[in-house]
């Protein structure tokens, strides 16, 4: 079981900045990718950003150039650093881990933070 609690969400002005960050606990030792998610109401859950073990990186495009994922060496933290937020950033956040459990997939999900983005 990995427990990830997300913090940093808030209201910030448009062309302001924001980090994100995303406790990790439990048997984070197992987990080979983590990224982050949003969701606006109506809407999918969509992808922002992803890190991998190796710590390669992918973002959606609605966020290249302006968020940066990174995390912490023993992966208990996971950060999203985003800046020159739009109102269309407007969302509620996501941390998600995925590991290996016994030759399963495992995905979990925080309970989500946040982020008001006023034009």
């Known amino acids: 079981q990995v427990q990830l609690v997300e913090s940093g969400g808030g209201l910030v002005q448009a062309g302001g900045s924001l980090r994100l960050s995303c406790a990790a606990s439990?048997?984070?030792?197992?987990?080979?990718?983590m990224a982050w998610y949003r969701q606006t109401p109506g809407k999918q859950r969509e992808l922002v950003a992803s890190i991998t073990d190796g710590r390669s990186t992918n973002y959606a495009d609605s966020g290249k150039g302006r968020f940066t994922i990174s995390r912490d060496n023993g992966k208990s933290t996971l950060y999203l650093q985003m800046n020159t937020l739009k109102p269309e950033d407007t969302a509620v956040y996501y941390c998600s881990v995925r590991r290996m459990n016994s030759g399963r997939v495992e995905n979990y999900w925080g309970q989500g933070t946040q982020v008001t983005v006023s034009s």
């Open positions: 439990g048997a984070i030792f197992s987990i080979n990718s």
